[in-house]
């Protein structure tokens, strides 16, 4: 099943500009859908953009060319799940796109 997922992205050189991203993906074996329930932005996150390219931050989570997906530290509740042992409902905290 198809499912749409929004992202925030950010422009690689100019962390000023930014954009929502719309696409349609499917849940393979292995993988997990959680919806973003809370997150903190702050400075640190910042640092992540600024720093992407030498501590290869922007490689966790993959966007188009030139784009980038500033990680967070959140809570999510998982969705949709193919993955042995994490059952939908479950909630989570971690490194989140």
């Not at 690689?12 to 393979?28: H, L, N, S």
């Amino acid at each position: 099943m198809s499912i749409a997922i929004r992202e925030f992205v950010v422009n690689r050189p100019d962390y000023g500009q930014t954009k929502w991203v719309e696409r349609r993906a499917e849940v393979e074996d292995g993988q997990v859908l959680a919806e973003i329930e809370k997150f903190a932005l702050t400075a640190n996150n910042i640092t992540y953009a600024v720093a992407g390219d030498m501590l290869n931050y922007w490689s966790f989570f993959p966007a188009e060319d030139g784009w980038g997906k500033i990680p967070v530290w959140g809570f999510a509740r998982v969705v949709q799940s193919k993955c042995k042992g994490i059952p939908e409902g479950e909630r989570i905290y971690g490194y989140l796109p």
